[in-house]
């Protein structure tokens, strides 16, 4: 018959992973020709829970590539831009024991333009990326204890365990190579 035990352990106690596109501008010093490339680097996030909600707060640089003077010159305009996005994660433990949780965010899919657009001297852009939020936090795991004590059935023979080593002794060649 088995008995219980319950052991407290951290463990991943809430997991989400959630899709954003946001739009965003930048105002160029010149008038743009053409849009010749923007990318995205330096993401950096991080996250805190607040009001039973994850509140993920981050940067990253967005360059942006024109050409202007009809097009007979480039330049790469840079903005940082910071966002704070909310997403609710749902727990998973019935047996959520601790208020101080460990919040962690990983990339899934890090920041990229996807569209860009010249409008009446201003760039308009929208930036795609997916967060994984894992929660992890104290919980409470029932196990069964088996009373039964383990049976040794396997019993050890040091004279067998000996003739094998001798014979392995005795067959090598010491003059092989």
Same mark, same amino acid.
């Given at each position: 018959?088995?008995?219980?035990?319950?052991?407290?352990?951290?463990?991943?106690?809430?997991?989400?992973?959630?899709?954003?596109?946001?739009?965003?501008?930048?105002?160029?010093? %010149?008038? %743009?020709?053409?849009?010749?490339?923007?990318?995205?680097?330096?993401?950096?996030?991080?996250?805190?829970?607040?009001?039973?909600?994850?509140?993920?707060?981050?940067?990253?640089?967005?360059?942006?590539?024109?050409?202007?003077?009809?097009?007979?010159?480039?330049?790469?305009?840079?903005?940082?831009?910071?966002?704070?996005?909310?997403?609710?994660?749902?727990?998973?433990?019935?047996?959520?024991?601790?208020?101080?949780?460990?919040?962690?965010?990983?990339?899934?899919?890090?920041?990229?333009?996807?569209? %860009?657009?010249?409008?009446?001297? %201003?760039?308009?852009?929208?930036?795609?990326?997916?967060?994984?939020?894992?929660?992890?936090?104290?919980?409470?795991?029932?196990?069964?204890?088996?009373?039964?004590?383990?049976?040794?059935?396997?019993?050890?023979?040091?004279?067998?365990?000996?003739?094998?080593?001798?014979?392995?002794?005795?067959?090598?060649?010491?003059?092989?190579?």
């Amino acid at each position: 018959m088995a008995t219980f035990r319950e052991i407290v352990t951290k463990a991943v106690i809430g997991k989400g992973k959630k899709f954003f596109s946001n739009s965003y501008s930048m105002t160029p010093e %010149v008038k %743009v020709d053409t849009i010749l490339g923007c990318w995205v680097i330096n993401h950096k996030f991080r996250g805190h829970e607040k009001n039973d909600k994850i509140i993920i707060d981050g940067n990253f640089d967005v360059n942006m590539w024109y050409s202007y003077d009809n097009d007979t010159k480039t330049a790469v305009m840079t903005k940082t831009i910071h966002y704070q996005e909310e997403v609710k994660v749902k727990i998973k433990s019935d047996n959520d024991l601790s208020s101080d949780k460990d919040i962690i965010v990983r990339g899934l899919k890090q920041p990229n333009c996807i569209k %860009v657009e010249n409008k009446d001297d %201003v760039i308009e852009f929208i930036i795609e990326k997916e967060l994984g939020i894992e929660i992890v936090g104290e919980t409470k795991v029932r196990i069964g204890i088996e009373n039964d004590e383990e049976l040794w059935e396997e019993i050890i023979d040091e004279e067998l365990i000996q003739n094998v080593e001798k014979e392995i002794e005795e067959s090598i060649e010491e003059d092989f190579i």
